[in-house]
């Protein structure tokens, strides 16, 4: 394999901007040095141009098969934030392909309807023939027109579940959206994702993220979770393959209705699934829901459209009476534990059960929209990794009609402390949770820095969210490589210094150079191991 040398290069190494420092060369898969200027002859020459050169992105908490099978399926995730651009789409997709028994796919916003709700009767003027279900962004929630009800025989006398809730209109009849855990009553009655289905979303779900520059990442569920069958095989398959380049850690999912007994199962699976370029160390625990419809796990109830106090403060999805057994028990096992915690009650049971565990399994919480005061300190005096999702931290309509008049002015103005939990010494790692938001790690950086959406029409793009919780952006990108690549336990990448994995991504340009502009930056090229796969 003959050595790169990279001429021309403004390089962030994954912790600081040094600017152009001469010759960055890689030989054997790995960077060799900075700033030299020998080369061997045969090296291949790349001219970087005074572009910026920077680590491979690592994805902390991201979805890829289930957003490779979107992809593939009846995708809304790129359309316009609307109703009738929605249901021309699903109407098309659906008269497309008559040979489906289920019309199936995701991607919709809730801010594309009165309420964030949108209806089976809507659904039912362009899926009138068969049945039809689309998880919405976050993968919380679930349209579905009057068959989809039918065939799972949800009706008005059908219970909620304890773990989530049917929508339903004033005389009690479902009215086409299931939250959470309701979900699983359609789930488990549409055809499921066979393994080459999941193989092909995989596949589609590499090749999206490395065209972002994502060149590793954790999959936050591996295992059978909503409708889908465990797709730790799909990823052993990968791995032995070779079809799979990226290097990933699977969190494998932690069944919330079942306890202890689990555990050797786990285990178990860490066995079997790790293989090459895929490791099964993580475990994921969705301790609650989101704030959006009500079930993220709150200190104080939240608040009805008029701002007073209603009886509802969310779901804790574990019990916080057992979560701390459970936890000492994953981390016994040398387990990392991987948390969603969303709600600032659902954060602050994450951190009560990592009381006392080993910080080298760099265990973490992800999400983190409202984080109590009280226990922003927590994350440095723990030494819990705080996993943000930078992209929801502006004015967008989801967060303007949905969710600040619920949570009120004081909790509003709190919400993804990102500033706060740096300046108090948490460590932060940085991910996107594709498909509920684009995994293009430079729209989520330029969110961190600016606290507004690069491009986005209205506040979300113009009006800075909370302005004081900004990153700088040394620090935003170091969160999305040098910090991703460390919580996945890749010691050696994420950076771009002598001896490290030569993960590379080069930039049409540099941001350091055009900070308003940071979101509107594209990946030229890159790198794994040192050999140009894009």
Same mark, same amino acid.
């Given at each position: 394999?003959?050595?790169?040398?990279?001429?021309?290069?403004?390089?962030?190494?994954?912790?600081?901007?040094?600017?152009?420092?001469?010759?960055?060369?890689?030989?054997?898969?790995?960077?060799?040095?900075?700033?030299?200027?020998?080369?061997?002859?045969?090296?291949?020459?790349?001219?970087?141009?005074?572009?910026?050169?920077?680590?491979?992105?690592?994805?902390?908490?991201?979805?890829? !098969?289930?957003?490779?099978?979107?992809?593939?399926?009846?995708?809304?995730?790129?359309?316009? %934030?609307?109703?009738?651009?929605?249901?021309?789409?699903?109407?098309?997709?659906?008269?497309?392909?008559?040979?489906?028994?289920?019309?199936?796919?995701?991607?919709?916003?809730?801010?594309?309807?009165?309420?964030?709700?949108?209806?089976?009767?809507?659904?039912?003027?362009?899926?009138?023939?068969?049945?039809?279900?689309?998880?919405?962004?976050?993968?919380?929630?679930?349209?579905?027109?009057?068959?989809?009800?039918?065939?799972?025989? %949800?009706?008005?006398?059908?219970?909620?579940? @304890?773990?989530? =809730?049917?929508?339903?209109?004033?005389?009690?009849?479902?009215?086409?959206?299931?939250?959470?855990?309701?979900?699983?009553?359609?789930?488990?009655?549409?055809?499921?994702?066979?393994?080459? $289905?999941?193989?092909?979303?995989?596949? *589609?779900? &590499?090749?999206?993220?490395?065209?972002?520059?994502?060149?590793?990442?954790?999959?936050? %569920?591996?295992?059978?979770?909503?409708?889908?069958?465990?797709?730790?095989?799909?990823?052993?398959?990968?791995?032995?393959?070779?079809?799979?380049?990226?290097?990933?850690?699977?969190?494998?999912?932690?069944?919330?209705?079942?306890?202890?007994?689990?555990?050797?199962?786990?285990?178990?699976?860490?066995?079997?699934?790790?293989?090459?370029?895929?490791? @099964?160390?993580?475990?994921?625990?969705?301790?609650?829901?989101?704030?959006?419809?009500?079930? @993220?796990?709150?200190?104080?109830?939240?608040?009805?459209?008029?701002?007073?106090?209603?009886?509802?403060?969310?779901?804790?999805?574990?019990?916080?009476?057992?979560?701390?057994?459970? !936890?000492?028990?994953?981390?016994? *096992?040398?387990? &990392?534990?991987?948390?969603?915690?969303?709600?600032? =009650?659902?954060?602050?049971?994450?951190?009560?059960?990592?009381?006392?565990?080993?910080?080298?399994?760099?265990?973490?919480?992800?999400?983190?929209?409202?984080?109590?005061?009280?226990?922003?300190?927590?994350?440095?005096?723990?030494?819990?990794?705080?996993?943000? &999702?930078?992209?929801?931290?502006?004015?967008? $309509?989801?967060?303007?009609?949905?969710? %600040?008049?619920?949570?009120? $002015?004081?909790?509003?103005?709190?919400?993804?402390?990102?500033?706060?939990?740096?300046?108090?010494?948490?460590?932060?790692?940085?991910?996107?949770?594709?498909?509920?938001?684009?995994?293009?790690?430079?729209?989520?950086?330029?969110?961190?820095?600016?606290?507004?959406?690069?491009?986005?029409?209205?506040?979300?793009?113009?009006?800075?969210?909370?302005?004081?919780?900004?990153?700088?952006?040394?620090?935003?990108?170091?969160?999305?490589?040098?910090?991703?690549?460390?919580?996945?336990?890749?010691?050696?990448?994420?950076?771009?210094?002598?001896?490290?994995?030569?993960?590379?991504?080069?930039?049409?340009?540099?941001?350091?150079?055009?900070?308003?502009?940071?979101?509107?930056?594209? !990946?030229?090229?890159?790198?794994?191991?040192?050999?140009?796969?894009?």
């Amino acid at each position: 394999m003959p050595d790169t040398v990279f001429t021309h290069a403004r390089i962030f190494d994954g912790f600081r901007y040094l600017g152009e420092v001469g010759d960055v060369l890689v030989r054997d898969g790995r960077v060799v040095s900075l700033g030299g200027s020998d080369r061997t002859p045969g090296a291949e020459v790349v001219d970087c141009g005074g572009t910026l050169l920077l680590p491979g992105f690592t994805d902390a908490h991201v979805h890829p !098969v289930q957003g490779g099978l979107e992809r593939l399926t009846c995708d809304l995730s790129d359309l316009p %934030i609307d109703r009738a651009a929605y249901l021309a789409h699903v109407g098309a997709y659906a008269a497309a392909h008559p040979d489906l028994a289920w019309v199936q796919g995701g991607g919709w916003a809730m801010a594309a309807f009165p309420g964030g709700l949108p209806t089976a009767a809507d659904l039912d003027t362009v899926v009138v023939d068969r049945p039809a279900a689309l998880v919405n962004r976050d993968h919380h929630g679930m349209w579905v027109n009057t068959r989809a009800l039918a065939a799972a025989g %949800i009706t008005r006398d059908t219970p909620d579940p @304890a773990d989530g =809730r049917i929508e339903r209109d004033p005389a009690g009849e479902p009215t086409g959206v299931l939250h959470e855990g309701a979900m699983d009553l359609v789930l488990s009655v549409m055809p499921v994702a066979g393994p080459d $289905e999941l193989y092909a979303g995989l596949l *589609e779900g &590499q090749r999206h993220l490395l065209s972002m520059g994502v060149t590793g990442w954790q999959d936050a %569920i591996v295992g059978a979770y909503a409708g889908m069958q465990d797709t730790g095989p799909t990823y052993r398959r990968a791995a032995e393959n070779g079809d799979l380049v990226a290097s990933v850690v699977g969190a494998l999912w932690w069944e919330r209705e079942r306890g202890l007994e689990q555990l050797p199962e786990l285990v178990e699976k860490r066995e079997a699934y790790s293989h090459g370029r895929f490791r @099964a160390t993580s475990v994921k625990i969705m301790q609650d829901g989101v704030a959006e419809n009500g079930t @993220a796990a709150l200190v104080e109830p939240y608040l009805d459209r008029c701002g007073h106090a209603t009886s509802n403060s969310g779901l804790s999805f574990v019990s916080p009476a057992v979560l701390p057994d459970i !936890v000492a028990a994953l981390d016994a *096992e040398g387990f &990392q534990v991987h948390f969603h915690g969303l709600g600032d =009650r659902g954060v602050r049971e994450a951190l009560d059960a990592l009381v006392g565990t080993e910080p080298l399994r760099r265990h973490q919480v992800a999400h983190l929209q409202l984080v109590h005061p009280d226990d922003v300190p927590r994350f440095a005096e723990l030494q819990v990794v705080a996993n943000i &999702q930078a992209l929801w931290a502006c004015y967008d $309509e989801q967060m303007v009609d949905l969710t %600040i008049p619920f949570l009120g $002015e004081e909790r509003a103005a709190r919400q993804y402390p990102f500033g706060d939990l740096r300046r108090a010494g948490a460590r932060l790692v940085a991910g996107s949770d594709w498909p509920v938001s684009t995994p293009n790690p430079l729209e989520a950086v330029h969110v961190a820095v600016h606290r507004m959406a690069y491009g986005e029409p209205g506040p979300a793009g113009s009006e800075p969210f909370l302005p004081d919780q900004a990153l700088s952006l040394e620090v935003a990108l170091a969160a999305y490589t040098s910090g991703s690549a460390w919580v996945c336990h890749r010691d050696d990448a994420g950076m771009v210094k002598p001896g490290a994995v030569a993960d590379l991504v080069l930039l049409d340009r540099d941001p350091f150079d055009e900070p308003d502009g940071i979101g509107a930056a594209r !990946v030229e090229r890159v790198w794994i191991d040192g050999t140009g796969i894009l």
